[in-house]
């Protein structure tokens, strides 16, 4: 394994996760603007780590920061990525998602690895399982068009700097620790709020819904594994392969809660553009290293449902 490591974004739902799965082998640098709060490592962890706080909208600090630590894997989680908040402040969202990408991969050290964590938001809607070589790209929301753009810098500064770059779209991530009022973490907040009427969106759309641990493990597997060559960029999905529509979810939610709650829809949660479907076929991640997922979803129900871990956003 890499002797350094840099992962943005590390403080966040997906990051603390990874994070302790890579720091048992190497140094990592964690890189966080804590927006969503203060660090979340205990004490014991936080000794293992180096944590930076950083605003990667800020070439200079990114620059100094990269010099300083000239990380030979570098994991870019950080991202505005709750839907609503990237619709209704697109340029925040374009210069965090792009900008701060491009901010990053302008200083990377030639001949190192660079995994990018995109989305399955960049395909265009589909009623299948999405093919990273075959499924077409036409997102339909600011934050994929955000994601879609960073992913041509990504494979341009692979070029130009002979990088192992690997772009992982990931699918909907559940599970203890959220930063974001999504779907899940906020019905559960809701109800061990007590309340009893539920206010929803839209009932119908179907996702691929991903245990937090097992995609903190496919990006282990793809910052450590091999088969990526310098100069090339690889594309693979993180997901499961299978759906749950939100009604579903509510009946899963209301299963392992015990709670006999109303859902009431609230015209203020319906997105204008929610796509009725959106799964991840994962064949290549299994291929290339190695990696499956191993929990449902509802493994990872119980897990938010004991364990909720929300961050205070």
């Given amino acids: 394994m890499a002797n350094r490591i840099l992962i943005t974004g590390g403080n966040g739902y997906v990051g603390r996760y990874l994070t302790r799965l890579l720091c048992q082998d190497a140094m990592v640098y964690v890189a966080d603007s804590l927006r969503c709060g203060g660090w979340r490592f205990d004490a014991a962890e936080c000794r293992r780590l ?85 499924a077409a790209l036409a997102p339909n929301d600011v ?16 070029t130009r700097l002979d990088l192992q770059a ?35 969106g839209n009932m119908t759309p179907k996702r691929d819904y991903i245990h937090v641990v097992d995609a903190a493990k496919g990006f282990a597997a793809v910052a450590v594994g ?49 796509r009725p479907f959106l799964a991840a076929d994962i064949h290549r991640m299994s291929q290339y290293f190695g990696w499956r997922p191993e929990r449902s979803i509802d493994d990872a129900i119980r897990d938010l449902w004991s364990n909720p871990d929300l961050a205070a956003v």
């Fill in 166 to 200: 690997v772009i992982v779209r990931l699918f909907n991530v559940v599970g203890p620790g959220e930063t974001n009022p999504h779907l899940l973490p906020e019905l559960v907040a809701q109800l061990k709020a007590g309340c009893h009427i539920v206010r929803l």
């Fill in 226 to 274: 091999n088969g990526v060559d310098y100069g090339q960029t690889m594309i693979v999905n993180v997901g499961t392969s299978q759906v749950c529509s939100v009604a579903q979810i509510v009946e899963k939610i209301r299963a392992v809660s015990g709670i006999d709650f109303e859902i009431h829809q609230d015209d203020s949660r319906l997105r204008k553009f929610d």
């Fill in 143 to 158: 934050y994929g068009r955000t994601k879609l753009h960073a992913e041509e810098f990504v494979s341009d500064f692979a």
């Fill in 50 to 134: 180096r944590l930076v706080r950083l605003d990667l909208r800020d070439a200079e600090q990114v620059r100094a920061l990269m010099r300083r630590v000239e990380p030979e894997i570098v994991v870019h989680l950080a991202a505005l990525h709750y839907i609503p908040e990237c619709e209704g402040d697109p340029s925040l969202a374009v210069a965090t998602n792009v900008l701060g990408t491009v901010n990053l991969l302008a200083h990377c050290k030639p001949h190192s690895r660079f995994v990018f964590a995109s989305s399955g938001a960049v395909y265009k809607p589909d009623d299948q399982p999405h093919r990273e070589a075959e």
